[in-house]
């Protein structure tokens, strides 16, 4: 999560969306007092190669902080309507089909033995959904960022932020890639009821942005 004062920015992270990518490449664009949330010990010395800033301002005096996947309801409750309503906030979302198969092989790191099937079938799925997604930049249901940037239109939505910053974005460093073994495109990995049972998990994504479960030229590393 990055709260930059500098360009008036407030960028929410959610899971499986390039999000460490995205917040490496933001961070360069930060200020002394901008505010920079962690990111794992591998992905901050990325960072660091790369020269950007690292963590900073996230611990505030009353002991709050902010944290990583921090909700954009909780991160309007701590800076205030007044920074909130005239700074520009945004996040990212995937297509839910592609993401829960990313989320399953990131997943594999602690479970290798499971199958699709079997991760499916746990429930454990969802969690990249709500408390991974849609609960993050929404309240009661209401989207309350300014914009949901989507994963798959990638390079068209950092060109609208470039040009909303006034600055080029670097190119994004490829954090926590190289985990997802099956590269099939996502529609020749589900069966019709596995399909489908995704497909209820992320109900208000799908309404909210349209997705469809169809085949598409490519897919980005996860």
């Given at each position: 999560?990055?709260i ?27 200020g ?26 996230y ?37 839910p ?9 990131w ?29 993050l ?86």
């Open positions: 999560m990055i930059s004062h500098r360009h008036r920015f407030i960028f929410i992270k959610t899971k499986k969306t390039a999000g460490t990518s995205l917040e490496i490449a933001l961070s360069a664009l930060c002394p007092d901008d505010i920079i949330t962690p990111i794992s010990p591998r992905d901050e010395q990325l960072r660091r190669d790369l020269g950007f800033r690292g963590p900073q301002n611990q505030l005096p009353d002991g709050r902080q902010f944290f990583n996947h921090a909700s954009a309801s909780a991160v309007r409750q701590v800076v205030g309507t007044g920074i909130w309503d005239n700074y520009f906030t945004f996040c990212f979302e995937r297509n089909w592609d993401k829960v198969i990313s989320w399953y092989h997943e594999c790191q602690q479970r290798p033995d499971i199958s699709f099937g079997a991760f499916l079938a746990s429930g454990h799925f969802a969690l990249v959904g709500g408390p991974g997604g849609f609960d930049y929404t309240d009661n249901g209401d989207v309350i960022v300014d914009r949901v940037c989507r994963y798959e239109d990638m390079a068209s939505e950092l060109a609208l932020l470039a040009a909303r910053f006034g600055t080029p974005l670097p190119t994004l460093p490829k954090a926590k890639s190289g985990f997802r073994r099956d590269r099939r495109h996502y529609s020749e990995v589900y069966t019709a009821q596995q399909r489908e049972l995704v497909a209820q998990a992320f109900r208000r994504e799908i309404a909210l942005l349209g997705y469809r479960f169809e085949p598409a030229a490519s897919i980005q590393s996860s």
